[in-house]
């Protein structure tokens, strides 16, 4: 079975911080992304990763960064995080391109 | 108009009841559908692929529609603890060969 580990289950931040969001799987998948999920707006995809130091933005990729230095780990920085940004984050993986997605169980991100 | 589009529901039903969820894609090149299930606070979990043909897991049965293109989920003996939001999916060519979610269709079951 395939695990999919987020750091963090809830997270609080202030208005400015700088916020890491880790994801780690163990299945040797090649594709990993991150989204986030809001009421009303369903899942949205920020950025994802074919491959290790690659990546490639999603639908809104505006005030994120991520980084893939080893094939397990993907991870998402708000360089500056703001209260709009309250969000769940879900980080998902996937063994090739139009495969199902495995998630992670979701950071629940506060920003005050 | 969206590229997957779902009715956000709810759709309340009483235990034992049928019920049916349909949902339409933009995207005729797309060839990967999904049904995915989330409870509330949870993550999506994946139900069933959707083939050509048509497949049944059980109380669970969906069929992919290509010439209207919309794909449905059909669940039997509807049970509470299916009570949940049902997520469809599709891949997008055009994309990157990405894949794309539904709004969701929230279920509840009652007793």
């Known amino acids: 079975d395939v695990k999919v580990t987020q750091s963090s289950r809830y997270l609080v931040k202030r208005t400015g911080e700088k916020v890491f969001l880790e994801c780690v799987q163990d299945?040797?998948?090649?594709?990993m992304f991150w989204y986030r999920q809001d009421p009303g707006l369903g899942l949205r995809l920020i950025y994802f990763?074919?491959?290790?130091?690659?990546?490639e933005k999603g639908d809104i990729p505006e005030g994120y960064s991520v980084s893939r230095e080893k094939k397990e780990r993907f991870s998402l920085i708000l360089e500056s995080a703001s209260t709009n940004q309250t969000s769940m984050y879900l980080c998902?993986?996937?063994?090739?391109?139009?495969?199902?997605?495995?998630f992670g169980n979701g950071t629940r991100l506060t920003v005050t | 108009r969206k590229e997957v589009e779902q009715d956000p529901g709810p759709f309340n039903v009483p235990e034992g009841a049928t019920v049916a969820f349909n949902c339409t894609y933009s995207?005729?090149?797309?060839?990967?559908f999904f049904w995915y299930r989330q409870d509330c606070r949870k993550e999506p979990k994946l139900l069933m692929s959707?083939?050509?043909s048509g497949n049944e897991d059980g109380r669970f049965t969906a069929q992919l529609n290509r010439a209207s293109q919309y794909i449905s989920l059909l669940i039997r003996d509807s049970k509470l603890s299916d009570s949940a939001t049902y997520l469809c999916?599709?891949?997008?060519?055009?994309?990157?060969?990405?894949?794309?979610f539904g709004g969701g269709t929230r279920l509840m079951v009652k007793p």
């Open positions: 998902a993986t996937s063994t090739q391109s139009g495969e199902p997605l495995h």
């Open positions: 299945m040797d998948h090649e594709n």
């Open positions: 990763s074919y491959d290790v130091k690659m990546k």
């Open positions: 995207n005729s090149a797309s060839q990967s």
């Open positions: 959707v083939y050509s």
């Open positions: 999916v599709v891949n997008i060519w055009n994309a990157g060969n990405m894949l794309t």
